[in-house]
C-alpha cells in the first residue's frame, strides 16, 4: 500500500512506524515535498531537506524509538493523535507526551505539528 493509496490515519502510522524503525527516508515518502514540520515549542522546518536535518541526528543518537499512542482521531485530511514518544538513548529511556497534529495533502503529510512541554523534553532528554 502506498501512501497516496491510504487514508490519512493509515498514512500517518506508516509514517510513524518507519520513525519507530528509525529510518528517516521513509518517513519522509509519506510528506509532500513542501511538507511544514513545527515542533511548536522549538522551530519550524520546511521541505524534506528541514525534516531530514532537524530529525536525522536525534533519530541516529536513539537505539529505540517508540511511539506509545493513546488517542487518536481522524477526519477527512486532519489527523490528530495524542502519544507518548519513547526514545531509548545508551543509558535510559526519554519519555515525551506529545499532541500532534497531521494536515494531508494528495495523500501525503503537508503540515506535522506537534505540542510538548519544552522543559519536560529538555528534562527527560538530559
Known sequence: MTASDSTALETVNAMIRALEQRDVETALS???????????????????????????PFVASCSEIEWVIHHEAATGDVVMNERTDRFHFPHKW??????????LRDGKIALW?????LAHAREQLS
Open 113 to 117: 505539528r506537534d505540542y510538548f512541554d
Open 30 to 56: 509519506y510528506m509532500t515535498d513542501d511538507v511544514e514540520y513545527d515542533n511548536v515549542p522549538m522551530r519550524k522546518v520546511f521541505g524534506h531537506d528541514g525534516v531530514r536535518e532537524s530529525l536525522a
Open 94 to 103: 526519554a519519555e515525551v507526551k506529545v499532541a500532534g497534529l497531521f494536515v
